[in-house]
């Protein structure tokens, strides 16, 4: 599903086709992504199944550094761009940075074709295998489903340093809500549903795909809506 506007972009998958081995696992994952122009991007997902599972989630940078903060991590490449990506708070839930490991699984790499020297390196050569080792997040999550995950991701210019932090908040009706902070005060509120059907958080509601507000002073402030 894809939905665009002014102001707003909006895509959302599903897999439902099993995990683990002969994918006996009855697990459906949707994740629905969110860009707020020209700011930042909110990431949702959401696994329906039974049991108790172990949920992981990776993001990798196309970046040679990178950082763990408290709740979020960060690339840390000097005179470029670089991109924050916090976690809504969950208990139990873990993050650890993966970079170029082969043991006990491959990870933290990118594709061949987008191979480049580290800039910290720049005669490096190509490695036989063709990967280019890249830092990698592992947000790792045991819980019993449904479960749901949140993330904010905020690109910013070279020379700058960006702080954001997210967290889940409780809604009636299909749907979910996520909230984005800054230090300076500002805060939007984010009302994922589905068209058609109601879903409030507090004073909030909308029956549209999403809708974003200003909640940063005592009346919220509808922003847009898609």
Request: charged fraction near 20%.
């Amino acid at each position: 599903e894809w939905a665009t506007s002014r102001d707003l972009d909006y895509g959302s998958g599903v897999y439902d086709n099993g995990y683990g081995p002969g994918r006996r696992i009855a697990v459906t994952h949707r994740r629905q992504m969110v860009f707020v122009k020209p700011d930042y991007f909110v990431v949702v997902d959401t696994l329906t199944g039974e049991g108790v599972h172990t949920i992981e989630s990776l993001y990798h940078l196309n970046h040679d550094e990178a950082e763990i903060e408290e709740g979020a991590a960060r690339s840390v490449d000097p005179g470029t761009s670089n991109v924050v990506i916090a976690a809504a708070p969950l208990e139990g839930l873990s993050l650890r940075l993966a970079k170029g490991e082969l043991t006990p699984e491959v990870q933290g790499f990118i594709p061949f074709e987008r191979w480049r020297p580290s800039r910290s390196l720049p005669q490096t050569a190509a490695p036989a295998h063709g990967k280019r080792e890249v830092p990698t997040l592992i947000y790792t999550l045991q819980a019993p489903l449904p479960a749901r995950l949140a993330y904010v991701i905020a690109p910013y210019p070279a020379g700058r340093r960006l702080e954001v932090a997210c967290r889940l908040l409780p809604t009636e009706g299909p749907g979910t809500a996520v909230q984005v902070s800054w230090p300076d005060g500002r805060q939007h509120t984010l009302l994922i549903g589905e068209p058609g059907q109601r879903v409030a958080c507090g004073a909030l509601s909308t029956e549209r795909r999403l809708a974003v507000h200003d909640t940063s002073g005592p009346v919220p402030r509808l922003l847009a809506e898609l």
